[in-house]
């Protein structure tokens, strides 16, 4: 997949990657394709299967609602990838060495700066893109060192080849919460840790935040 079309399931799993704690959607679950082992309401695996159908749903009965009004698209976009995303830990992972005595605001501007940017970018492609698909949850193994479990899944789409999604996952509190997606091996954080590194050896977290802000700097998730 070239990097251009992976933006696309990329934005589609970021916002896919919305809390579910309080949502019960036993049909959808139905509809969904179930091959991880004793999957149980709650885990991380049932939370990525449920949002991901939750999301996929959405987008299709809204579509025109949503080509309509852009605004409405990227305030469910925004809710969505708000509600479990964990933006700060995910930032502080992105920026690496860089955040080393930042301050907690500098990274959470950053986080905040880093998502709407790339939910700006390629939120409204979600409409082009084909949500007639099925999700697979196909694992869940725990990370080394605790620090939480990798769920994988798939995407599938007719005439087509499965779309590989995985979620890194850890818990805070008693949420589940994503700090990083893959898709088709390519890591969100990874991602922009590279894009991001040369300019943070040049300026300070401030201003790479105002650089993305105002449109300076754009968050590419092709690599």
Same mark, same amino acid.
């Given at each position: =997949?070239?990097?251009?079309?992976?933006?696309?399931?990329?934005?589609?799993?970021?916002?896919?990657?919305?809390?579910?704690?309080?949502?019960?959607?036993?049909?959808?679950?139905?509809? *969904?394709?179930?091959?991880?082992?004793?999957?149980?309401?709650?885990?991380?695996?049932?939370?990525?299967?449920?949002?991901?159908? /939750?999301?996929?749903?959405?987008?299709? &009965? /809204?579509?025109?609602?949503? &080509? %309509?009004?852009?605004?409405?698209? $990227?305030?469910?976009?925004? #809710?969505?990838?708000?509600?479990?995303?964990?933006?700060?830990?995910?930032?502080?992972?992105?920026? !690496?060495?860089?955040?080393?005595?930042? @301050?907690?605001?500098?990274? %959470?501007?950053?986080?905040?700066?880093?998502?709407?940017?790339?939910?700006?970018?390629?939120?409204?492609?979600?409409?082009?893109?084909?949500?007639?698909?099925?999700? /697979?949850?196909?694992?869940? +193994?725990?990370? @080394?060192?605790? $620090? !939480?479990?990798?769920?994988?899944?798939?995407?599938?789409?007719?005439? !087509?080849?499965?779309?590989?999604?995985?979620?890194?996952?850890? &818990?805070?509190? +008693?949420?589940?919460?994503?700090?990083?997606? =893959?898709?088709?091996?390519?890591?969100?954080?990874?991602?922009?840790?590279?894009?991001?590194?040369?300019?943070?050896? $040049?300026?300070?977290? &401030?201003?790479?935040?105002?650089?993305? /802000?105002?449109?300076?700097? %754009? *968050? #590419?998730?092709?690599?």
């Amino acid at each position: =997949m070239t990097s251009n079309l992976r933006a696309v399931p990329l934005a589609l799993a970021l916002a896919a990657a919305a809390s579910t704690l309080a949502f019960s959607a036993p049909a959808l679950a139905q509809q *969904a394709v179930r091959t991880a082992p004793a999957m149980t309401e709650g885990s991380p695996s049932q939370l990525v299967l449920n949002n991901s159908q /939750r999301v996929l749903s959405t987008l299709e &009965k /809204r579509r025109p609602e949503f &080509k %309509k009004n852009r605004t409405v698209l $990227r305030e469910f976009i925004n #809710s969505e990838f708000n509600a479990m995303f964990d933006r700060d830990y995910a930032a502080r992972l992105v920026l !690496g060495r860089h955040a080393r005595g930042a @301050s907690e605001a500098d990274i %959470k501007s950053f986080a905040d700066a880093l998502a709407d940017n790339l939910m700006q970018r390629y939120g409204s492609s979600l409409l082009d893109f084909n949500t007639q698909l099925r999700v /697979r949850v196909k694992s869940e +193994t725990a990370l @080394s060192q605790g $620090r !939480g479990v990798r769920v994988s899944s798939e995407f599938l789409r007719q005439g !087509g080849q499965p779309i590989p999604v995985e979620y890194l996952m850890r &818990k805070t509190g +008693t949420s589940w919460k994503v700090f990083d997606v =893959m898709v088709e091996g390519v890591s969100y954080v990874q991602t922009f840790r590279n894009q991001f590194d040369a300019e943070l050896q $040049r300026k300070t977290i &401030k201003q790479v935040t105002t650089e993305l /802000r105002n449109g300076q700097l %754009k *968050a #590419s998730a092709g690599q």
